[in-house]
């Protein structure tokens, strides 16, 4: 499986999920886990946070993964220029990699004199 996602200008999200065989992917959205969540409630002026059981999909366990990830690996990503990259699963071989991309603006300083 691959979670794709981009971003800037302060926001992004999945873009994009794929899977081998492609015909996996209506299972995805159908297919319910329980995933342990970190959940944030405005409260007394504040968030309180706490960690519950949530039922979802395959499909958004994967996305909540994959922004987790890249949200602890690349603080920010998704503001000024942004960033984009994906997250693939590999379910058979056992492992999981990031590739980001972070997107910048250069510049050069040129000082001429008479």
Known sequence: MVVAYEGGGDSGDICEVSVEP?????????????LRCRIGEFEDGR???????????????????TLDWVGDTHGGWENNEGGS???????????LK?????YFTESQDYVHEL
């Open 85 to 95: 990259g994906c997250v693939t699963l590999d379910v058979v071989a056992g492992t």
């Open 22 to 34: 492609p015909e996996l992917l209506p299972t995805l959205s159908t297919e319910m886990i329980e």
């Open 98 to 102: 990031l590739e980001h991309t972070e």
């Open 47 to 65: 968030y309180q946070y706490r960690t519950a059981d949530q039922p979802m999909s395959l499909h958004q366990a994967a996305s909540e993964f």
